[in-house]
């Protein structure tokens, strides 16, 4: 199995369970900004403290270019607003049965968008475009049909 594809599956098990999480917290803590500064705290543990210490240990390279620097903050301020985002859709009645599959079935679509505009591709299977229209209509099917 190559190693992209065991960190990939990874994703999808820590982003499989991370509305489940979002809401046993929410319930737990009832209130969404406790949720979202553990939120924080973990990410500030795991992604600033573990990843500081790494590179100081191995004497990596601490400069940062500012396009790399300005990607980074981006990508890590998309997910902050996008877990922010989560954890009020959980708070204001949205169940990790129904909220996380839109969010899932939608957010490769968003990718596909995103992408395409960004690293425009040669040429696209027309299948692909098939895989499009099977995510969007799992999407659209999961929000009409959720659990009342």
Do not use: E, R
């Amino acid at each position: 199995m190559p190693t992209w594809l065991i960190f990939a599956l990874g994703t999808v098990c820590c982003w499989g369970a991370y509305g489940t999480a979002i809401h046993k917290s929410n319930a737990l803590l009832a209130n969404p900004l406790k949720t979202a500064l553990l939120v924080g705290v973990a990410y500030f543990f795991l992604a600033v403290l573990i990843p500081s210490l790494i590179m100081k240990s191995s004497g990596a390279d601490w400069s940062f270019p500012g396009k790399g620097m300005m990607f980074g903050l981006l990508a890590g301020s998309l997910g902050a607003i996008g877990a922010i985002c989560v954890i009020y859709s959980m708070k204001s009645g949205g169940n990790p049965q129904y909220v996380m599959p839109l969010i899932f079935g939608c957010a490769p679509l968003v990718n596909v968008i995103v992408s395409s505009v960004a690293h425009p591709p040669k040429a696209v299977n027309p299948i692909f475009w098939l895989g499009v229209l099977v995510l969007a209509s799992g999407a659209g099917m999961v929000l009409y049909f959720q659990p009342k």
